[in-house]
Structures are given as C-alpha cells and as structure tokens.
C-alpha cells in the first residue's frame, strides 16, 4: 500500500495505513489525516474531480480528490483504482442521534443548499441519468413482488396500484438536476451539531432532485426501525425534515404529492437490491419498513401537506 500512497508524494512512504471499512483506509501523514478509497474504475473520477473543485470554491462542505504526481485524481495499483481526499474532522452522522429535529432541519437544509449548488453546475450533462421510476418498475418491482408472495402471501396489489396511480404522470413533472443519489447520515460530519463535510459523490447522477430527501427519510428510520419509540419520533422528523429543506429551497406541490410513492420506489430497490445480493434478512427488513410506511400513509399524508404548506408560508 505505500508504493501505492507513494503515487501522491513520495513523503506519502512514511505514513500509517489502517484500514476502516472494506475498501477503506486511513492515512496519517504527521499531522494530517487522508482517507484512500478503492474505486470500481476510472470512468466517473474526472466528473467528480471537476465537480468536487466546484463545489469547494463554491463554499460547501466538501473534501476534494487529491491529484497524483501522474496528473489524474486517481491513481492504479494492482489492477485497482484508487482516490485520495482529505480526512474532515467530525462526527459521522449516523453516530449522532439523527431522530432529532435539529438534526433533522441541519440535515434538510444542508441538502437544500448543495441541490442549489448542483443545480447552477454548468457541466451536469456529462454526468449520466438515473431513472428511479424505471429503475423500479424493470429490476425490482417484479422480483419483490416475487419475493413477498412466496414468503408472506402478500401480493402488494394495493401498493401497486397507489404508485401506478399516483405517481405515474407527476413523475414527469417533478424537478430534475444533478443528485447526490447516496444522501444517508454517515454520508455527512457534523461539528456542534453543525454539517462540516459531504461525503461519497462517486454516485452523482442527473435525476429527480426529491429522490436525495426521500433517501435520507428512509436511511434515518432504517437505522432505528426495530424500535418502535424510534418509529414514532421518525414521524416527527419527517416533518422537521421537510421543514429544514424547505428553510432553503421550498418543494413544489407536485413533489408533496409524489413523495410517499417516492419512498415506496426507493424501498423497492433496496430490497431488490439485498435480494440479488443473497441478504435476505435486510431485504425482509426493508420490505417490512415498506408495509410500515404504507400502513401510516393516511396519517403521513397531512404531515407532508403541512410541512410542505408551512415551508411555502415562510418562503413567501
């Protein structure tokens, strides 16, 4: 792994390597801190190493690659493909009590500003598009359904119908712009309860910009979901949640309405998702947040509405 460091600056030989996550490292060099990733290829890095440098002069909260002495913001070493940014000192969200609502309104309001910034990114269309309607509905309505009538003799018909039905022509018209695509609290370093860092934009694509809030809806309450207090408070915070967005960047009443069955398409895909990877058990977990989050639609309904209602009264 040094000969590999070494790509960045020889001085980079004498540092210590710990490994944090599969595919993780730390790198402490003296007094500075850097964090090595394994990536899958090259392909996206220059497009994210632009957008990082954007970003950065733009004054959000974000940590750039570093480039090589090869010239590119990565660097290959056995076959591999690696990055290197600068460590943000902090405390990872999903180390925090993320069911409050000042965490919740910090983390709204952060996303609100950086889909602002991603939206005036002149560059957008070198990124690719993600579709999560038909991302859904081709890989992994048909094999959660499969999955759900076998084990629990649910056929989610009713489901089917309230996202066919609800969301089909909205979807269209909801507001699309370059998204994070991978907005979860460990995504995020706080300092005094303040968003210092954004992590991970590996995933950058353009698409539907109410996707990145839904997937920090969904995040939070899988953290805690086995808990039933923690299921009440997520209702709670899914109104402070919209609310902090909305402090920045109002949502539009086409993305009021479309956002429960927005959460109901995330949900499929991270079921599909564990089941084609063998995972059963977080597949079944999230099938189960899928049914608990249709079940409180009739009592979510008017919380979103008034969320979305009160951050328009204040925007005005």
């Not at 889909?115 to 094999?143: D, M, R, T």
């Not at 209702?235 to 609310?243: G, Q, R, Y």
């Not at 009021?256 to 949900?267: D, G, H, N, T």
Request: hydrophobic fraction near 45%; glycine fraction near 8%.
């Amino acid at each position: 792994m040094k000969e590999l460091l070494e790509k960045w600056g020889c001085e980079f030989g004498q540092a210590e390597i710990s490994p944090l996550e599969d595919g993780v490292w730390r790198v402490q060099l003296g007094a500075e801190t850097y964090i090595l990733k394994h990536r899958a290829t090259r392909s996206r890095v220059w497009e994210e190493y632009d957008l990082l440098n954007w970003l950065t002069e733009n004054g959000h909260p974000i940590s750039p690659l570093l480039f090589t002495g090869e010239g590119a913001p990565w660097a290959e070493y056995q076959l591999g493909i690696y990055v290197l940014y600068r460590y943000v000192e902090g405390t990872p969200g999903d180390s925090v009590d993320t069911y409050t609502a000042a965490f919740a309104r910090e983390a709204g309001s952060t996303l609100a500003r950086l889909h602002l910034g991603l939206a005036e990114y002149e560059a957008a269309e070198s990124f690719p598009v993600f579709e999560v309607f038909q991302e859904a509905a081709s890989f992994a309505w048909p094999a959660v359904q499969a999955h759900a009538a076998a084990k629990f003799g649910h056929g989610l018909h009713d489901l089917e119908e309230v996202i066919g039905g609800e969301l089909v022509n909205p979807y269209e018209a909801l507001p699309r712009q370059l998204i994070h695509r991978d907005f979860h609290p460990g995504n995020l370093i706080l300092r005094d309860g303040r968003v210092v860092g954004i992590l991970d934009f590996d995933r950058v694509r353009l698409g539907v910009r109410l996707f990145d809030l839904c997937y920090l809806a969904t995040a939070v309450l899988s953290g805690g979901f086995e808990d039933p207090n923690k299921r009440r408070k997520w209702l709670v915070f899914l109104k402070e949640l919209i609310a902090g967005y909305g402090s920045v960047s109002p949502l539009t009443r086409t993305e009021e309405f479309a956002f429960l069955p927005m959460v109901y398409l995330i949900q499929l895909l991270f079921i599909a998702h564990f089941l084609d990877l063998g995972k059963t058990v977080l597949a079944d977990k999230n099938l189960a947040m899928l049914l608990w989050i249709y079940d409180q639609q009739d009592f979510l309904r008017p919380v979103i509405e008034k969320a979305v209602a009160g951050q328009m009264g204040e925007a005005t």
